[in-house]
């Protein structure tokens, strides 16, 4: 923990959000669309809101604040696409842009990853120094750490990614390596790399190969069954954050002009099993069904341990509000309205 008059100057030395001009990447996606709102709600006087594809949720908040969101749908794996989003002039970047998966698609489809994230990191970041905007905020990866039970920032680069995140990790730090490259030679530090840990929430991917929560909340609500199957035998322990939080930490960390690498993640791990009960217990609640848990033991279980240092959080007090059984429910809440017939 910094000292407290330290603390206050940070927060005192800070950048305005309020008329400034952001770009958001990814802003359709499970942090993109939180991160346009709060700038929004942070007074921005416009935001780009880019994506690939837009979703339901970005469509209604592009209606909600017409005069102020513009949607741009971009390819960001192409330079010129980049580039042409600062013909006018942009004062934030917050590059939240990433491709959601699990360590199954990213061992048998590692393309998938490799390929658009580097080009559409290394692009951003370009396009982003050359317009020599006020900040970029980069949004990496837990999976760029090697599993521990403890994760600091500064351990990344004295091992190497874990077998189920090798490709992803790397290509998130390949990223990281690009900022830290410009501010070798061109002396340019106004940005901040933020790891978070696991991430769920409200326009998460759910589907039977989605991540640990996003799949089990799809098969609660899509199995007739009265048992929910779960892989391995719920041991391993997990840091979730939920992603309106992150989508708050991305505006946080330009408020607070953190140059830095920070994690992002709940500072503690829980047990999938646990988190697999809670989600039983909110179906239970919403739907008023019972489900019993079967666990597979012939599955594995994944990395014993995936735990975030809170440290540097704690040091620029930029920590997660939502506690996991609430973000849970919110999350089942939404799915419930959003595709449940």
């Known amino acids: ?11 005192e ?3 305005n959000i309020k008329n400034k001009t952001v770009i958001v990447t990814g802003a359709s996606g499970l942090v993109g669309v939180p991160t346009v709102e709060k700038c929004i709600d942070e007074g921005a006087a ?5 994506d690939i594809r ?3 949720q970005l469509d209604a908040l592009c209606k909600k604040h017409s005069e102020k969101i513009i949607f741009l749908q971009r390819d960001l794996t192409y330079l010129s696409n980049c580039e042409s989003l600062f013909e006018d002039r942009i004062d ?8 959601k998966g699990n360590p199954s698609k990213a ?15 290394t692009n951003m970041i370009k396009a982003s120094y050359d317009a020599n905007v006020d900040w970029f905020v980069y949004l990496s990866s837990v999976g760029v750490y090697h599993p521990s039970p403890l994760m600091r920032e500064d351990d990344v680069w004295t091992t190497m990614p874990g077998k189920n995140d090798w490709y992803p990790g790397w290509t998130k730090r390949m990223g990281e390596l690009t900022l830290e490259t410009l501010k070798i030679q061109h002396g340019w530090d106004r940005w901040t790399i933020i790891r978070p840990s696991n991430i769920y929430g409200i326009n998460d991917y759910f589907a039977e190969d989605a991540t640990v929560i996003g799949s089990n909340i799809w098969r609660i609500f899509n199995t007739t069954s009265n048992e929910l199957t779960c892989w391995g ?4 322990l997990r840091d979730f954050v939920f992603g309106s939080d992150v989508a708050q930490a991305t505006v946080d960390v330009v408020k607070k002009e953190v140059s830095d690498i920070i994690n992002f993640g709940s500072g503690q791990a829980v047990s999938i099993k646990e988190t697999i009960e809670a ?10 069904k019972d489900k019993r848990i079967v666990w597979d033991t012939d599955k594995p279980n994944g990395d014993p341990v995936r735990c975030l240092s809170a440290d540097r959080q704690i040091k620029y007090d930029i920590l997660p509000k939502t506690t996991l059984s609430h973000g849970l429910l919110e999350t089942m809440l939404h799915y419930k309205k959003t595709y449940v017939k």
Do not use: C, R
């Not at 934030?92 to 491709?99: D, M």
């Not at 061992?107 to 990191?121: G, K, R």
């Open 46 to 50: 416009k935001v780009y809101a880019v």
């Open 92 to 99: 934030i970047v917050l590059h939240v842009a990433g491709i």
């Open 107 to 121: 061992t048998s489809q590692p393309a998938d990853y490799l390929f658009p994230m580097l080009m559409f990191n």
């Open 54 to 56: 837009l979703s339901e």
């Open 233 to 236: 035998d719920g041991s391993s």
């Open 13 to 15: 030395d800070g950048m």
């Open 1 to 11: 923990m910094i000292p407290l008059q330290m603390h206050l100057t940070i927060l």
């Open 279 to 288: 989600i039983v217990d909110n179906y239970k609640h919403i739907m008023g």
